[in-house]
C-alpha cells in the first residue's frame, strides 16, 4: 500500500507541470535575459506562467514577482516592507500561528529594534479582527496573517482584519501567507485587502523551488537580494524558467475547479471524522469550519513519532506538524489550546481531490490497530 496523506507538506506534481517543466528545461532551456530568440521564447514561456497566475489572484501580471518558494516570498514581504517603510514606524503586528518563514523572520527583525506584537486566539481558540485592530496605531507599519493555518486548517479572519485595518490605518502595509489556501479555497487580493500575498508551487501540484509574491500596484519593497535586475530588480538572480513554466501550468489545470475539488475533500474530511470519531483515544484539534484540506488529530496519547513510523510500517503516509519544523513542535498548537500529551500525540492529516474514500477507510483502520498495538 502507498496511502499519501501529507500534502499540507508537499503535493505530487501534476502530468502537466512536470510536461511543462521538461519541455523548458530540453526545448525552450535560453536565458529570459538574452537578446536572441532563444532568451525572448523563455521570456514568452515565463510571461505566459504569469499572467495564469495573476489572473488566478484577481492581478495583472505586473503585480507578480518570481521567488524560489514561500519562505522567500515572505521574508522579502516582511523585510522589503520593513527596509521600505520603518525608518519611522517601528512596530509590526501578527498572528501567534504563523509559519516559521514569518516568525522567525520577526524575531529577526525584533533584533533590529522592531517591536512585534503577536495576536493570540481567545479562550475559545478562535482569532478576532478587533483583537488586531487595537494592536495597530500609527506607529505600525506592517500587518501579517496567515489565511489557512498549516498545521491544523485554522482559517483566520485575514479579510475582516485587513479591512478594518485598512479603514482605519490605511498606510499599514498589509501582508497574507496564503499557501495551504492558494488554489484551495476562492479568493482574490483585492477582496482580502492585501497589499503582498505569498503563494507556493509545490503545495498546488507544482514543483518545489518556485513561489511567487504578489505586490500591489504603488506599494514599496526593497530587495533582500541584489544583482542583476530580474523580477524588476526585486528578485534578482536569473528567474527558473522550468519550475515558473511548471507552476503556472499546474495553475491553470486547478483554478477552474477551486469549488468542485473542495466539495470532495470536504465529503473526504467528513468520512475522515466519522471513521475517527469509532476510535476510542482520538480527539479532533482542528475545528470543524476550517479548511478541509487539513484535519489535526489527537491519537491517544500515543507520541506523534512513533505512530507515524508505525502508520508508515503500513503504507500510510501522515505527518506530526509543519514539515518545516522537523518533528519538533513549533508551539502553534499550544497557542490554539492543544497541549502536553494531545500536543505530543498530535497528527495531521491532509487531503487533496485525489485522495480516495477508500484511503481514508485504510487509514482510519491503520491508526486503530497501530493505538492498540502500541498500547502499553
Known amino acids: 500500500m502507498f496511502i499519501y496523506l501529507d500534502n499540507a ?18 526545448e525552450n532551456f535560453g536565458n529570459p535575459s538574452s537578446l536572441h530568440r532563444c532568451g525572448l521564447d523563455a521570456q514568452l514561456g515565463m ?4 499572467k495564469i497566475i495573476a489572473d488566478s489572484l484577481g492581478a495583472n501580471s505586473e503585480n507578480i514577482f518570481f521567488t524560489s518558494g ?13 527596509a521600505a517603510y520603518g525608518k519611522k514606524r517601528r512596530k509590526i503586528v501578527a498572528s501567534s500561528v504563523e509559519h516559521a518563514s514569518v516568525d522567525e523572520t520577526l524575531s529577526s527583525l525584533e533584533n533590529q529594534g522592531f517591536e512585534v506584537i503577536r495576536i493570540s486566539p481567545r479562550a475559545d481558540g478562535r482569532f478576532y479582527s478587533e483583537d488586531f485592530l487595537s494592536a495597530c496605531d500609527e506607529q505600525t507599519v506592517l500587518l501579517t496573517m496567515m489565511y489557512v493555518n498549516n498545521e491544523t486548517g485554522y482559517i483566520l479572519p485575514v479579510k475582516e482584519t485587513f479591512s478594518a485595518v485598512k479603514r482605519n490605518f490605511p498606510d499599514i502595509i498589509t501582508h497574507s501567507d496564503c499557501v495551504q489556501a492558494y488554489m484551495k479555497l476562492k479568493f482574490k487580493s483585492s477582496a482580502l485587502n492585501a497589499d503582498l500575498i505569498s503563494v507556493s508551487g509545490h503545495k498546488v501540484h507544482g514543483p518545489k523551488g518556485i513561489g511567487v509574491l504578489y505586490i500591489k500596484k504603488g506599494v514599496r519593497i526593497l530587495p533582500i537580494l541584489t544583482g542583476g535586475k530580474q523580477e524588476k530588480g526585486i528578485r534578482s538572480g536569473t528567474e527558473n524558467v522550468p519550475m515558473i513554466c511548471a507552476f503556472g501550468a499546474a495553475v491553470e489545470l486547478l483554478q477552474s475547479t477551486i469549488t468542485e475539488r473542495f466539495a470532495a475533500v470536504s465529503e473526504l474530511r467528513s468520512l475522515l471524522m466519522s471513521e475517527l470519531s469509532e476510535i476510542d ?5 482542528s475545528p470543524e469550519d476550517g479548511s478541509p484540506y487539513i484535519a489535526n488529530i489527537s491519537a491517544a496519547g500515543k507520541r506523534s513519532e512513533i505512530m507515524l513510523h508505525y502508520l508508515e510500517s503500513r503504507g ?8 518545516c519544523s522537523k518533528g519538533q513542535q513549533s508551539g502553534v498548537l499550544g497557542e490554539f489550546g492543544i497541549k ?7 497528527l495531521r492529516i491532509s487531503m487533496t481531490a485525489e485522495t480516495t474514500k477508500e484511503e481514508i477507510r485504510y487509514f ?3 491508526l486503530k490497530d497501530g493505538i492498540e498495538k502500541l498500547r502499553g
Request: one cysteine or more; proline letters at 2%.
Open 9 to 26: 507538506a508537499t503535493t505530487k506534481p501534476c502530468e502537466a507541470a512536470v510536461s511543462a517543466a521538461v519541455s523548458a528545461m530540453t
Open 47 to 50: 510571461d505566459r506562467a504569469r
Open 70 to 82: 514561500a519562505t522567500e516570498s515572505n521574508n522579502l514581504a516582511i523585510r522589503g516592507a520593513s
Open 281 to 285: 483515544g482520538v480527539t479532533a484539534n
Open 316 to 323: 500510510v503516509y501522515v505527518s506530526s506538524g509543519s514539515a
Open 340 to 346: 502536553g500529551k494531545s500536543a505530543d500525540s498530535a
Open 364 to 366: 482510519a483502520a491503520a
